[in-house]
């Protein structure tokens, strides 16, 4: 509420225009709207890597109520380019906090707006589909910005992964020792709360995205863990042909980017979505128990569950699309999930994937 | 798994009449599971007490036993019904205790009765303390710390370990009756001597306080496949240490982060699992102190609750409907999700408005009870909004209270004057740190004089986030003092977006109300209306259920066809409470039976007119002009119905008339002739009716010498009131003056009705429909209490017991001649006072009456529907309707008192109703039916011991005749001097008993010893009241059977001969309503 009367303005590539305040930085953002149901958890959604390239609406219209907390960020830096939201709080001191939300989109350069009717915006993204769009502090004529936002470039095609990966290999948790392995991890952007998790069963080296395979398998790692990241996965051929030469010399776990990454790998497609899954209600059926836990989602693009090949099972549903949620396979040893386990924000409900996996990974190396 | 098939018959105990902590939330909830059920092809028996309700309409269950919720009379039933299971999670804290003693007692076992959605281990789990205590330990989470006492002892043993302020919590009570907080030695004596009384195991839990820490609570569903989720989660906006059910409370949780909220859901399900709740909902109270983020889990409840009621209408998950249905096997990702159509219900709902909810206090009906608000619930009613922010839904809630605030600032007589500088600060930090009713506007108040979030936060425990939005609210209404001349769009937007209504907008810059409404029309800030739809907009909804919001986009679309409004009752309140909900659920039924879309406003939660499946259009929302009007324009009605909703409906009649908006049935002007008392009167009297001598007086004088004119005593009621608000009987002039005052103010200015009162006459009541031609006369009911008792808080038999054939008649035509002179279409209801065989009208409501529902469920009509028709235009002979209904059973309805909450009150009933619920007995004759009521009103009639008798000297002939029948049925006789004088006159043997102010030991003091089971005491002159207050008193808190009327003592020992000659034997509503009609040759 700091920036007073500082007016802001989204600007739809289909025309459709909001008018509010602006937040955060004093700059302008473009990117593909996408819109999460979380209720709380807007620090762990701002922070997370997956978002390079969209601008988040929130729907729940209270947000930066408890101000920020370090230790729950996922990442160093915001990574949506922007953060849309109905109205963003002074926050009252929480005991734990350290600052407000409106700083830290300052000091990180991320702007947003508040404001406006962020209930339309996000039925207009549900009927629409992927807009691109245009975010303007600066200039409040919505004709430049509507060509801008038609210039924008698709997600689609779009190699985002680059600009997130980290610039080295480097370790993660504790090191390697009795029972607890190490496991190779992709860096496509990935969450603290995933190498976290992680870290409860392994010892971690993380990889930045584009390192060989057989850098990695130098390292003899038990099996290797594709992680979460932004944007299209058909557009990072690199990684998909390291993780081909991986197949079958370890087995391959994943979450989300890194479970489509894998499935591209082994001849499945991926397709984009009309809006996604981005909360943390999703019905979630693990379809070798049945049983049905709520999952965290965060994810534009999905695997065509009709390209699986042969000896691909579906181990995992969302019961509100019918949408693949996990792919598992013998033959090479793979079980990747679409879905955010590590949640942060949202239901605990995956956390015992951790183990799973973990017991999954053992019993296929002996 | 498809839902199971080894059961056939299912069988749910509601939970009885309406008393403070357990409110209507159960008919939503019992009416949701009976139907769901009967959808599903089950055979569904119901127990429910309570004939206010939509869950004992005879359509509702398969069966329904309106009988008492007692051990006895529900084992009988279960013998004759023989179900396969029992479903006790539905009927609140009462259906799951008579479930848990069924089970306990062997019932269960012995007709091999199997319990589902929650089985005996698992209420003692979730309801015995230290077995609680163990399951939450087991998971790692924490109570606090607190010891047992089953003794006075026991009890000092434990408090010296953990030292005060100690919170004292009786074991088995609903809505947290008999606890209290004790900061000293002497508070803890008697908080632990009243919970030990309070308790039915004679238990208490003494336990660290936890005053100030922040309040959640968690809804929980899981199903027998182990698939379980977090449906709402609620933050209270009071801290701990206030009853939950008398908070402000908010959903979703608003001040804690993704980790904190994740901590609750994973204790939540863990805990849900340990207890063993296999199917349904349950709630999960937490606290977590706002320094360190310490957490303790504070209590469970295995079933559907008050709080799991707000949640289903704040998210648009209907967690009855499904919780009944998980308890027959089906699972969570089997059901839909109505709402969406599309996806399961198995999810957790995703919000993207705040709800406020708001408790509705009733302390004006009780002079002389403390306004303190503790651990012990005491408010009436709830009211929930909905808005795009906290400050939005707060504004509604506000409005929707009919408190007489329509903001949040005080009336200025409140502030006192001439105080310093510190005495007013600390005046004020004072008003912060005692809760009352009126705290939320002692924070606006003290914002509004420069303190500080921080200071204010700090005094009041509230969270300086929820301090911080009423600051906001108080920043805009400084911002529109000064500019009150200017107000532009902007300012009026932000305003509206931040829940100030237009009256306080007007005020604050000099408008009326209807100035700011034009002006915001011409400026363009209206409100559009949004869905609630379980998903933030994820999935497209197909429920309409709308709330408003000042945004910029509206999805109300489709409007076109024939549609009627019908304007709710609000929130609960004594005088107006479940009776009006089911009267508006009826005419919406009745509405989409003639294909006409239903649209419905209300502001109550706990209703079931605000399920999104009741009406065509549901909108959640104040029942204000202000509110109204802009539903009306998006709508575009025929015209609206407002007869149903009490007098919060009523008060709109005009200003609706005036907008152009068509009133249906009895025009607004005659419901407005009938409610001016002193317009009636004399209309009345053109009429040449009979009524007691009366005047109307506008000023002092006025009225001192009316009264003069019409002698001593006089019922003094102001006009427009429901309930006999501010209506008293006087002796003498002091009383008349003092009560002038009150009765002004209640009664909004208008002029005040002044009434000779009968006393000792006999009060008869009749409901009617007409539809502007023909009046039938749908029931006529004898009070039971003599005339100067509110009728509300009267027993009252149909048909009449005691009064001749001729006098029903006479009341029947008198009923007929005023429909027509008045033009009735629609209800009617119409009061009578008999005496010496003279029959005087007392009362015309040209509206709906409480006695709807009563009247419906004996005579086996749907009068609410039937009067929706005629008000639709349709002749009563083409619904069927062609004589006055005849019954050949007997029903009595027993009021049910909340004295036990009110301690520093008296007990005494008078014109002002006090009541909060209600009870019905139905049998084949008076005293059984009657019975039946009495043992549903929680009276136990004794069969033998001791009855006290103390009466004026008028009662003393009618008295003796009592007294021989007590004594030839065995009962001992104590009577004080003068009744014991003449009851020994006749030969009878009696015991003379000190009154209280005589010395000790006196009647007080065998009451408490045990040696009294009934209690006549009727002491209506003023002499006598305040000796017979003690008396009343002990008897509440003892639970004594007692009566203050001679009539209501006839009752009372023909009840206790009925009982002695043979067992009561329970009978199915349908089976009399079945009788009626073969006799009636209608079926």
């Known amino acids: 509420m700091s920036t007073g009367s500082n007016k802001a303005i989204l600007v739809l590539e289909d025309g459709r225009t909001f008018v509010g305040q602006g937040i955060g930085a004093d700059s302008d953002a473009a990117g593909e709207l996408v819109f999460n149901t979380s209720m709380a958890g807007y620090l762990e959604i701002l922070t997370d890597p997956s978002y390079v390239g969209q601008m988040v609406v929130m729907t729940y219209p209270h947000i930066g109520n408890y101000g920020i907390h370090p230790e729950q960020m996922e990442s160093e830096r915001p990574g949506a380019e922007a953060f849309i939201v109905r109205e963003l709080s002074v926050p009252q001191g929480h005991w734990r906090a350290t600052g407000s939300l409106e700083e830290l989109m300052r000091a990180c350069g991320t702007p947003g707006i508040h404001g406006i009717d962020t209930r339309a915006l996000t039925l207009h993204i549900r009927q629409a589909g992927p807009l691109r769009a245009i975010l303007s502090r600066t200039e409040l004529d919505p004709n430049p910005l509507l060509e801008r936002a038609r210039s924008l470039p698709r997600m689609e095609g779009r190699d985002l992964v680059s600009g997130v990966t980290c610039r080295e290999p480097h370790d993660f948790g504790a090191p390697p020792g009795a029972g607890r392995p190490l496991l190779g991890v992709y860096d496509f952007g990935v969450k603290r709360a995933i190498l976290q998790q992680l870290a409860e069963y392994f010892a971690l080296r993380v990889y930045p995205s584009n390192v060989p395979a057989k850098e990695v398998l130098a390292d003899s790692p038990v099996a290797v863990f594709l992680s979460n990241g932004p944007g299209d996965p058909a557009a990072l051929s690199t990684p998909i042909s390291n993780i081909k030469s991986l197949l079958g010399r370890v087995p391959i776990t994943g979450i989300c980017l890194g479970h489509q990454l894998a499935a591209l790998a082994i001849g499945a497609r991926t397709y984009k979505m009309k809006f996604g899954h981005h909360g943390g209600n999703h019905p979630v059926q693990d379809l070798t128990t049945g049983s049905v836990r709520i999952g965290v989602h965060n994810h534009s693009f999905a695997v065509d569950e009709k390209s699986l090949p042969p000896g691909v099972r579906v181990s995992h549903r969302s019961l509100n699309d019918e949408t693949l949620e996990g792919l598992a396979c013998d033959d090479p040893p793979l079980w990747t999930v679409q879905y955010h386990p590590e949640a942060s924000p949202g239901p605990h409900d995956g956390y015992d994937l951790f183990p799973a996996m973990k017991d999954w990974l053992l019993n296929r190396i002996g | ?645 009490g007098q919060t409906a009523l008060k709109l009649a005009g200003a609706l008339a005036e907008a152009g908006i068509p009133i249906l049935g009895t025009p607004p002007e005659v419901i407005d002739l009938t409610e001016d008392r002193g317009r009636f009167q004399v209309w009345m009297e053109s009429m040449g009716l009979l009524q007691p001598e009366s005047g109307a007086a506008l000023t002092v004088e006025e009225a001192i010498a009316l009264a003069k004119a019409i002698g001593y005593p006089l019922i003094v009621r102001p006009s427009y009131v429901l309930g006999g608000r501010a209506m008293r009987i006087v002796y003498e002039e002091d009383e008349l003056l003092a009560y002038l005052q009150e009765a002004w103010r209640a009664g909004a200015g208008r002029a005040v009705l002044i009434d000779r009162f009968l006393e000792a006459a006999i009060e008869l009541e009749a409901d009617a429909i007409s539809d502007g031609e023909s009046t039938i006369v749908v029931g006529v009911m004898e009070l039971i209490e003599e005339a100067g008792v509110h009728s509300g808080d009267s027993a009252a038999a149909l048909p009449p017991h005691s009064v001749s054939p001729d006098i029903v008649e006479t009341v029947k035509d008198l009923v007929r001649t005023l429909s027509r002179a008045l033009g009735i279409v629609g209800l009617m209801n119409m009061q009578f006072a008999v005496k010496d065989g003279q029959v005087y009208v007392l009362e015309v409501n040209a509206r709906a009456s409480r006695t709807v529902p009563f009247v419906s469920k004996t005579v086996g009509l749907l009068v609410a529907q039937l009067a929706t028709r005629a008000m639709m235009g349709i002749p009563l002979a083409e619904s069927g309707l062609t004589a006055d209904p005849e019954v050949k059973h007997v029903a009595v309805k027993e009021a049910v008192m909340p004295f036990r909450r009110f301690r520093d009150v008296d007990t005494l009933l008078g014109p002002e109703m006090k009541s909060t619920g209600e009870v019905m007995g139905v049998d084949l004759d008076f005293p059984t039916a009657y019975v039946k009521a009495q043992l549903g009103a929680g009276m136990a009639l004794p069969h033998s011991g001791r009855a006290f008798l103390s009466v004026r000297n008028e009662d003393k002939p009618a008295l003796v005749a009592l007294a021989e029948e007590l004594h030839r049925m065995g009962f001992s006789i104590l009577a004080t001097k003068g009744t014991a004088g003449a009851i020994r006159a006749v030969g009878l043997p009696v015991e003379r008993i000190l009154k209280v102010r005589e010395g000790g030991p006196n009647i007080v003091d065998r009451m408490i010893n045990g040696d009294v089971q009934i209690v006549i005491n009727t002491s209506l002159g003023r002499s006598t009241v305040r000796d017979a207050y003690w008396v009343r008193r002990a008897a509440v808190d003892l639970g004594i059977p007692y009566t203050t009327t001679i009539a209501g003592a006839s009752a009372l020992v023909r009840g206790i001969q009925r009982l002695k000659e043979r067992p009561l034997v329970p009978q199915y509503l349908q089976a009399f309503l079945k009788e009626q009609a073969r006799l009636q040759g209608t079926a």
Request: glycine letters at 8%.
């Open chain 2, 1 to 645: 798994m498809p839902p199971r098939t080894d059961i056939h018959h299912i069988f749910i105990i509601g939970s009885g009449p309406i008393v403070i902590g357990q409110g209507c939330e159960f008919d939503y909830s019992g009416s949701q599971a009976c139907r769901a059920l009967k959808a599903d092809g089950y055979e569904v028996t119901l127990v429910n007490s309570n004939p206010a309700t939509i869950m004992t309409d005879p359509d509702v269950a398969t069966r329904t036993y309106v009988e008492p919720l007692t051990l006895e009379t529900v084992t009988r039933i279960l013998e004759i019904e023989r179900p396969d299971v029992l479903l006790p999670t539905m009927g609140g804290q009462t259906g799951l205790n008579l479930g848990a003693d069924l089970a306990r007692e062997g019932v269960l076992d012995r007709l091999k009765i199997e319990m589902v959605g929650a089985k005996r281990d698992v209420i003692e789990r979730a309801e015995d303390r230290s077995l609680f205590k163990k399951c939450v330990e087991s998971i790692g989470l924490q109570v606090p710390a607190s010891g047992y006492a089953r003794s006075e002892a026991e009890a000092h043993a434990v408090g010296e370990t953990l030292g005060y302020p100690l919170i004292i919590r009786p074991s088995f009570t609903l809505g947290g009756t008999g606890g209290g907080v004790a900061y000293n030695r002497e508070e803890f004596h008697d908080a632990v001597q009243r919970g030990l009384r309070e308790s039915p195991r004679h238990e208490i839990l003494i336990e660290e306080s936890l005053l100030g820490w922040k309040e959640f609570e968690l809804e929980v569903m899981r199903d027998s496949a182990d698939n379980a989720s977090i449906i709402c989660t609620i933050e209270n906006f009071d801290p701990m240490g206030i009853h939950t059910g008398d908070s402000i409370t908010v959903a979703p949780a608003q001040t804690l982060t993704d980790r904190e909220l994740q901590s609750l859901r994973d204790g939540s399900l863990a805990l849900i699992r340990a207890v063993g709740v296999e199917t349904g909902g349950s709630n999960i109270q937490f606290a977590i102190n706002p320094r360190n983020g310490d957490l303790r889990v504070i209590e469970m409840n295995p079933r559907v609750s008050r709080s799991s009621a707000l949640a289903s209408k704040a998210t648009g998950f209907p967690i009855a409907k499904i919780a009944a249905r998980l308890a027959v096997g089906w699972t969570l990702n089997e059901i839909r999700n109505e709402v969406t159509g599309e996806t399961p219900a198995c999810f957790e709902p995703a919000l993207d408005y705040v709800v406020v909810k708001m408790p509705r206090f009733n302390f004006d009906k009780f002079p002389g009870a403390r306004q303190t608000l503790g651990l012990e619930m005491r408010s009436v009613g709830e009211v929930m909004a909905i808005g795009r922010t906290f400050r939005e839904a707060l504004g509604k809630a506000v409005r929707s209270l009919e408190t007489g605030t329509d903001g949040l600032d005080l009336p200025p007589e409140n502030i006192p004057d001439g105080l310093s500088e510190e005495e007013r600060r600390s005046f004020l930090e004072s008003q912060l740190v005692e809760a009352t009713p009126d705290r939320l506007w002692w924070l606006a108040e003290a914002l509004r004089q420069d303190f500080s979030v921080e200071e204010c936060a700090e005094a009041s425990r509230i969270d300086p986030w929820f301090v911080d939005q009423v600051a906001q609210m108080v920043m805009l209404e400084k911002k529109i003092s000064l500019s009150a001349d200017s107000l532009d769009e902007d300012l009026l937007r932000k305003a509206k977006r931040s829940g100030l209504s237009d009256a306080t907008i007007g005020r604050l810059s000099h408008r009326d109300e209807k100035e700011v409404r034009e002006l915001r029309r011409r400026l363009n800030v209206w409100p559009v209306f949004k869905r609630v739809d379980t998903c933030a907009g994820e999935f497209e909804a197909i429920t309409p259920y709308f709330y408003s919001s000042y945004e910029e986009e509206t999805e109300v679309r489709d409007v076109d066809d024939r549609s009627i409004l019908i304007l709710g009752s609000g929130p609960n309140r004594i005088g107006q409470g479940l009776e009006f909900d089911h009267g508006c659920v009826h005419a919406s039924l009745a509405l989409k039976k003639l294909g006409v879309r239903s649209i419905m406003v209300n502001s109550n939660p706990s209703t079931v007119s605000t399920d999104y499946d009741v009406s065509d259009h549901l909108y959640f929302e104040p029942i204000t002009i202000e509110d109204v009007l802009p539903i009306i324009e998006a709508e575009r009605p025929e015209g609206v119905i407002v007869q149903f909703g």
